[in-house]
T-cell receptor, first 113, second 112 residues
Framework: ETGVTQSPTHLIKTRGQQVTLRCSSQSGHNTVSWYQQALGQGPQFIFQYYREEENGRGNFPPRFSGLQFPNYSSELNVNALELDDSALYLC????????????FGQGTRLTVV | DQQVKQNSPSLSVQEGRISILNCDYTNSMFDYFLWYKKYPAEGPTFLISISSIKDKNEDGRFTVFLNKSAKHLSLHIVPSQPGDSAVYFCAASEGNTDKLIFGTGTRLQVFP
């Protein structure tokens, strides 16, 4: 049984650029959620994907977008990067509606300069 | 608006003693609560959960207590071990959504 893996682990981008982060979900899970964790804060829900469609969104602007693929892997895209986008981005996989714990990847540390 | 609050940013406990981490929430619609542990450079790791129909759930050294009337839950670790030193996050969700609302975390340090 494979766990949740994210790539890359670290990334440095310039303000205004675009970035794509990737996540492969745990075997048997069909839902992927993305979270942003700023320094000293708890993870903040960005959005969730189920059946390749967005299924719930937190308080993040449209320049945060995502995709889920038939194999349940997912991408998080952020356009027009701002300095405040610097954070740890976490991907979590779960079984939709299963009321079970979500399994997190190790995260991608994004630094915007 | 912080719906899940962990008011103690840090806690220091001697090895072998009990660690008690607290969490308060404001949304009465939350019906499922989880605790996660996070080491540096790793993602959060699930520890234990509790449904709102229960007031206690136990798993080995870890016990979570839920007081719905007070909108309060706590995590007890007995006995505490140095390997328990990490940041602990409380999280909550409502209905069938898997969207988790996290607290800001409590850094636990267990010293010998």
């Amino acid at each position: 049984e494979t766990g949740v893996t994210q790539s890359p682990t670290h990334l440095i981008k310039t303000r205004g650029q675009q970035v794509t982060l990737r996540c492969s979900s745990q075997s048997g899970h069909n839902t992927v959620s993305w979270y942003q964790q700023a320094l000293g804060q708890g993870p903040q829900f960005i959005f969730q994907y189920y059946r390749e469609e967005e299924n719930g969104r937190g308080n993040f602007p449209p320049r945060f977008s995502g995709l889920q693929f038939p194999n349940y892997s997912s991408e998080l895209n952020v356009n027009a990067l701002e300095l405040d986008d610097s954070a740890l981005y976490l991907c979590a996989s779960s079984f939709f509606g299963g009321r079970t714990e979500a399994f997190f990847g190790q995260g991608t540390r994004l630094t915007v300069v | 608006d912080q719906q899940v609050k962990q008011n103690s940013p840090s806690l220091s406990v001697q090895e072998g003693r009990i660690s008690i981490l607290n969490c308060d929430y404001t949304n009465s619609m939350f019906d499922y609560f989880l605790w996660y542990k996070k080491y540096p450079a790793e993602g959060p790791t699930f520890l234990i959960s509790i449904s709102s129909i229960k007031d206690k759930n136990e798993d080995g050294r870890f016990t979570v207590f839920l007081n719905k009337s007070a909108k309060h839950l706590s995590l007890h670790i007995v006995p505490s071990q140095p390997g328990d030193s990490a940041v602990y996050f409380c999280a909550a969700s409502e209905g069938n959504t898997d969207k988790l609302i996290f607290g800001t975390g409590t850094r636990l340090q267990v010293f010998p």
